[in-house]
């Protein structure tokens, strides 16, 4: 059974910094892109940034690359979204998610190119 299960979500002063998590299990974790996605209430979910299963990143155009960092640890099967610099329009659940299968086609950076999904952990920004 695929599971996907955020962690690191909070409430925190803008300027400060997280870490989310994300831990993957009942598949080939190895072998699978994955990605991180945003949503805030009323609005459509949001792509952040994907990890390839080579390593390969890519990130929302409008994510400031100075601020977030998308990165893997294969041995342990996490997915992780470091956040620097929080700003209040950061507040969002964030979402991880699974992509392709390597060697498969790769699609866009959409939700419906991700087949499993996590619950979610929120994050929220005070001034």
């Known amino acids: 059974q695929v599971q996907l299960i955020e962690s690191g979500g909070g409430l925190v002063q803008a300027g400060d910094s997280l870490r989310l998590s994300c831990a993957a299990s009942?598949?080939?974790?190895?072998?699978?892109?994955m990605g991180w996605f945003r949503q805030t209430p009323g609005k459509d979910r949001i792509f952040v940034a994907d990890?390839?299963?080579?390593?390969?990143?890519?990130y929302h155009k409008d994510i400031p690359r100075a601020r977030f960092t998308i990165s893997r640890d294969n041995d342990k099967s996490m997915v992780y979204l470091q956040i620097n610099n929080l700003a209040p329009e950061d507040t969002a659940v964030y979402f991880c998610a699974r992509g392709p299968r390597a060697f498969s086609s790769r699609g866009d950076f959409v939700p419906s190119s991700y087949d499993k999904w996590g619950q979610g952990t929120q994050v929220t920004v005070s001034i």
């Open positions: 009942g598949f080939g974790f190895s072998r699978y892109a």
């Open positions: 990890i390839g299963w080579m390593g390969g990143t890519t």
